[in-house]
């Protein structure tokens, strides 16, 4: 079983739309955890950490479930732009960085 | 400007040859970072090393070699029992508020 596990995507939605998407982890002594994007065939940019209590950045809301090893990012209001890969990261105990597979998001006009 | 620097951006092996990808940072981290990423897939750790002569496998390190002699570098050894090499290589390292730094990387190509 792979340490973080994504939904496989792809998402095609109409711009406006709310799109989520959902990460599990297999370690529960990992210790934190973030939403990176990545643009085609560029490194991957933090979008945002993601905190017990759940974290807003603008339309961007990320949130942890501890106790079923769950993190989820909800996007409102998509733009055009917002079209990239969505990449789960986990830090382990030893401070591992541990990557889901990706979830591709396309915005259409 | 700090930051990674990885070398080369383009990379061919011969069969048979080991061949090696540079990773440099001027960012005074200590935690660096290997990932190996094939079209289409996430992200997949080779190897990390916390500190100076110091370091772990990650997920798929058979085939490769890395180390970590001093702080700036972390240059990883592609060898010849990794029998599908060709892929898209990161480098990274981990700043304040667990960030990862990444260079542009190095796509390695077999001929």
């Known amino acids: 079983r792979k340490e973080v596990e994504q939904d496989p995507g792809p998402f095609n939605v109409p711009e406006g739309a709310t799109v989520a998407f959902n990460c599990t982890y297999s370690?529960?002594?990992?210790?934190?955890f973030f939403w990176y994007r990545q643009d085609c065939r560029k490194e991957p940019k933090l979008l945002m950490s993601v905190y017990s209590s759940g974290n807003e950045d603008g339309r961007f809301t990320a949130q942890l479930n501890r106790a079923s090893q769950y993190i989820s990012l909800l996007i409102r209001d998509s733009k055009l732009s917002d079209s990239a890969t969505y990449l789960c990261v986990v830090r382990g105990g030893r401070n591992d960085m541990r990557f889901g597979a990706g979830t591709r998001l396309t915005v259409k006009p | 400007d700090g930051g990674i620097t990885q070398s080369p951006k383009y990379l061919f092996r011969k069969e048979g040859q080991n061949v090696t990808l540079s990773c440099e940072q001027n960012?005074?981290?200590?935690?660096m970072y290997w990932y190996r990423q094939d079209p289409g897939q996430g992200l997949r750790l080779i190897y990390y090393s916390q500190i100076v002569n110091d370091f772990q496998k990650g997920d798929i390190a058979e085939g490769y070699s890395v180390s970590r002699e001093k702080k700036e570098s972390f240059p990883l050894t592609v060898t010849s029992a990794q029998k599908n090499p060709t892929a898209f290589y990161l480098c990274a390292s981990i700043g304040g508020r667990e960030k990862l730094f990444f260079g542009s990387g190095t796509q390695l190509s077999v001929l």
């Open positions: 960012l005074n981290h200590d935690a």
């Open positions: 370690n529960s002594a990992s210790q934190s």
